[in-house]
Nanobody, 123 residues
Framework: QVQLVESGGGLVQAGDFLRLSCAASGRAFSSYAMGWFRQAPGKEREFVATIVRSGGYTYYADSVKGRFTISRDNAKNTVYLQMNSLKPEDTAVYYC????????????????WGQGTQVTVSS
């Protein structure tokens, strides 16, 4: 198993940036592809970004493409989400998750989840 703990959320203004971190412990971090998801009030949890085990391939939701960047440091057992040019519609609880799949944007394939971190973007 792997345990995930997110951090870095907060309240920012539109146009600002934030960097989320997700620290992993337990089973070898580098054996998992990692993903970021988010859930706004009253909405379903949605895919944001994913990165393969080596970090050599990333994939993004259209809504964040060009503004968000996912990365990982396997030596530090940490995955990051750099969020630039934030918009009010980015307001949500952000979750990191781990999957045994090579790469997927389907949350049903993610086995392990963090507790989430709140991101609020004011207009």
């Amino acid at each position: 198993q792997v345990q995930l703990v997110e951090s870095g959320g907060g309240l920012v203004q539109a146009g600002d940036f934030l960097r989320l971190s997700c620290a992993a412990s337990g089973r070898a971090f580098s054996s998992y592809a990692m993903g970021w998801f988010r859930q706004a009030p009253g909405k379903e949890r949605e895919f944001v970004a994913t990165i393969v085990r080596s970090g050599g391939y990333t994939y993004y939701a259209d809504s964040v493409k060009g503004r968000f960047t996912i990365s990982r440091d396997n030596a530090k057992n940490t995955v990051y989400l750099q969020m630039n040019s934030l918009k009010p519609e980015d307001t949500a609880v952000y979750y990191c998750a781990a999957t045994d799949r090579v790469v997927t944007d389907d949350l049903r394939w993610y086995n392990y989840w963090g507790q989430g971190t709140q991101v609020t973007v004011s207009s």
